[in-house]
């Protein structure tokens, strides 16, 4: 079975530093894709960067990069230069290879300091 | 990316009621989803809403309590049948393509109370 751990239950930073947040997975399935997605107090999911299992770089999205460590099973969210709107609920979640939707780890609360 | 909107965006109801809440799409799409939230909680998927034939359910989640349609390929309804308090949650429609490495875009939630 598939599974996401998120062992970060809440995270501060200080505006304008940089934060990483962590995930680890585990699935024998040699496809996958890892997600993350930003979920702010009005509780929309707002994707943020995605990586594939078969990517060979890391993954930029603008101020998000992931870093996607293949061995061992870790795909962490690194938000550079903080802003207070990053404040927010992170998911990280992964789509497998014989499955289509979306199993999430159970979320970092992230809270940027002025 | 796909524009998604969902009726209601919070609602209050009464134990042993219903609600249907409305997921519309503004192009078609290959696979739409229901998610679960429950206060302090992860996301947990319902079920996989499927165009004319009956959503394929999760471990956990059955059609009685949680009726979904979907006509065509940019409208789905989910139905939460004969509340209770424990039902208090979010739900949130997702849609995506049958692509592994395709992203997934949720609408912006239904807030729901039951008291």
């Known amino acids: 079975a598939q599974k996401i751990t998120q062992t970060q239950p809440g995270m501060f930073v200080q505006e304008k530093e940089a934060v990483t947040l962590d995930c680890t997975y585990d699935?024998?399935?040699?496809?996958?894709?890892l997600f993350w997605y930003k979920q702010p107090s009005s509780g929309e999911m707002i994707f943020l960067i995605y990586?594939?299992?078969?990517?060979?770089q890391n993954a930029t999205e603008g101020r998000y990069s992931l870093n996607f460590q293949k061995a061992r099973k870790s795909a962490n969210l690194v938000i550079s230069a903080s802003q207070l709107g990053d404040s927010a609920m992170y998911f990280c979640?992964?789509?497998?290879?014989?499955?289509?939707?979306?199993?999430f780890g159970s979320g970092t609360q992230l809270t940027v300091l002025p | 990316s796909a524009v998604i909107s969902q009726k209601p965006s919070r609602d209050i109801c009464q134990r042993g009621t219903s609600l249907t809440i409305q997921c519309q799409v503004d192009?078609?799409?290959?696979?739409m989803f229901w998610y679960r939230q429950q206060p302090g909680q992860s996301l947990t998927l319902i079920a996989t809403a499927n165009q004319g034939s009956e959503a394929t359910y999760e471990s956990g989640f059955v059609i009685d309590k949680f009726p979904i349609s979907r006509p065509n390929l940019t409208f789905s309804t989910l139905t939460v049948s004969n509340m209770s308090p424990e039902d208090s949650s979010i739900y949130l429609c997702?849609?995506?393509?049958?692509?592994?490495?395709?992203?997934?875009?949720f609408g912006p939630g239904t807030r729901l109370t039951v008291l």
């Open positions: 979640a992964m789509k497998r290879g014989s499955a289509r939707q979306l199993t």
């Open positions: 192009s078609q799409v290959t696979m």
């Open positions: 990586q594939g299992s078969y990517d060979q």
């Open positions: 997702s849609v995506g393509t049958s692509g592994l490495l395709d992203t997934q875009y």
């Open positions: 699935t024998s399935d040699p496809s996958y894709g």
